[in-house]
């Protein structure tokens, strides 16, 4: 059972993994390099406790002690109860959920064993029938977590991320996610955009997202082409790089009513893991 401890104290060091939770560029830089995440709420704090990342302590405001109850019951971990003003003060923001949870990160898969299907996660059905996602340069958190929602509920088995993604476990990307980054095995590729030929080798067909007129409609697609296939989509500001396109196998696109380029990378991932899903 989890030890209970009233704090009362803001510069308790206790409570420094919570500190400066609105602090973006410390977050970013102190969490992977401490290996630690926050999870905000109730649900995504189950989620993340189900999908078996160790929790390091909880920092919970006094009504949630018992919603929480079962969580504190199971874990060795120390259980901080603190004022909603105390909250506000350590983390730099009102905690509308009242429940916050220090969690500690698994090591990241490899390339190798996502394409391999070694993972796990929300396969699509049967051999040849797998599909995956990359991801280049998402740098919003709430769109990075939006995309893999939709990911999760749409059967995509497992995300690449370039280099210069945005880290899934920042807390506004959990959050928007619902814990779906939790669900969705992922990993980041090293050499950019060199390792898409990893992804090719491992029998994938790397379809490029893009609004270039150039570019298939994906309701033109035979919907052979999407078995075994990768989902390749851009940053928000600008899309897929040149070499990002250079190296995919075929460019597709969403049909967009006259006027109209594009959609919120969010809003096209959404539609393309749709458009491009098993039938039958």
Known sequence: MADLITVEDPDDPRLSDYTGLTDVELRRRREPAEGLFIAEGEKVIRRAKDAGYEMRSMLLSAKWVDVMRDVIDELPAPVYAVSPELAERVTGYHVHRGALASMQRKPLPTADELLGGE????????????????????????????????????????????????????????????????????????????????????????????????????????????????????????????????????????????????????????????ATRPRG
């Open 119 to 274: 993972s796990g996660g929300s396969d699509s059905g049967g051999s040849g029938g797998r599909r995956i996602a990359i991801f280049e340069g998402f740098v919003d958190h709430a769109n990075l977590g939006a995309a893999f929602r939709s990911a999760a509920a749409l059967g995509i088995s497992a995300i690449l991320l370039s280099p210069d993604c945005a880290d899934p476990l920042y807390r506004r990307a959990i959050k928007v996610s619902m814990g779906s980054v939790f669900s969705v095995p992922y990993g980041r590729l090293t050499d950019w955009p060199a390792d898409l030929e990893q992804v090719r080798e491992a029998g994938y067909r790397i379809l490029a997202m893009t609004p270039s007129e150039k570019a298939t409609p994906l309701d033109q697609v035979p919907p052979e082409r999407f078995e075994q296939s990768a989902i390749m989509l851009g940053s928000e500001g600008h899309g897929l790089s040149t070499y990002a396109l250079r190296a995919a196998d075929e460019w597709v696109r969403i049909p967009m009513s006259e006027g109209i380029d594009s959609l919120n990378v969010a809003a096209a991932s959404a539609v393309a893991f749709y």
